[in-house]
């Protein structure tokens, strides 16, 4: 379980680079490869929350121009969100996939589908919260947070309704500068979009 001192020192540096984000019009960025960073991610949700089952479904390299840093605290926060809905004996799933000049990671959790506008809502700092019924902890700076650091970047957040149940919380980065990359790394996980499951549930089970 997340320590109380562990969640207060996300906010407080969710609230330096938020207040970062508004004082710089762009932050330093390279080609990252956000496969190495959604690694780094999920082994540090797992350390903190070692009940959950993580399940991640995508081709690799997955490459965008960004800055690293903020990608890891965008994703972790999107994370963070997934735990908050997700009863301990469901899965979280995670999916991603470069398309064209665009990477999109997906956060799927397995919580209470709400309604398009309350997602909307979600993203803002001082926005609503969920719907009654609908029972969280937390900040609720997190995903006001993701959405800032990842438009700072020039990308996307959104969030909708998961068939049949839950929702999904995504995000989209511009595609790296050189989108050749050496013939090794090119291999993908699977022929398909769809691709194998990877299920994790210990922070050193990705393999």
């Not at 068939?163 to 790394?185: I, N, R, T, Y």
Request: aromatic share 6%; glycine share 8%; charged share 20%.
């Amino acid at each position: 379980m997340q320590s109380e001192a562990e969640k207060a020192l996300l906010i407080l540096d969710g609230f330096l680079r938020l207040a970062e984000t508004r004082t710089r019009a762009r932050p330093e960025t390279a080609n990252v490869p956000l496969h190495a960073v959604l690694r780094k991610v999920v082994a540090a949700h797992l350390r903190r929350n070692p009940h959950r089952s993580i399940s991640v479904q995508g081709d690799t390299p997955l490459f965008a121009r960004a800055n690293s840093l903020w990608v890891e605290l965008a994703l972790s926060n999107l994370l963070s969100n997934a735990e908050k809905y997700t009863p301990k004996d469901r899965a979280i799933d995670l999916a991603f996939q470069q398309s064209g000049s665009t990477a999109t990671i997906l956060v799927l959790d397995a919580g209470t589908s709400m309604r398009q506008e309350t997602y909307n809502a979600m993203w803002g700092i001082y926005g609503h919260g969920p719907e009654a019924g609908v029972t969280v902890s937390g900040s609720g700076i997190g995903l006001a947070l993701c959405k800032e650091l990842i438009e700072g970047m020039g990308g996307r957040v959104w969030a909708g309704p998961r068939d049949p149940q839950g929702s999904v919380f995504a995000l989209s980065l511009p595609g790296p500068w050189d989108k050749e990359v050496p013939a090794p790394l090119a291999t993908p996980l699977s022929e398909h979009a769809s691709g194998p499951s990877l299920r994790l549930s210990t922070a050193n089970a990705w393999s």
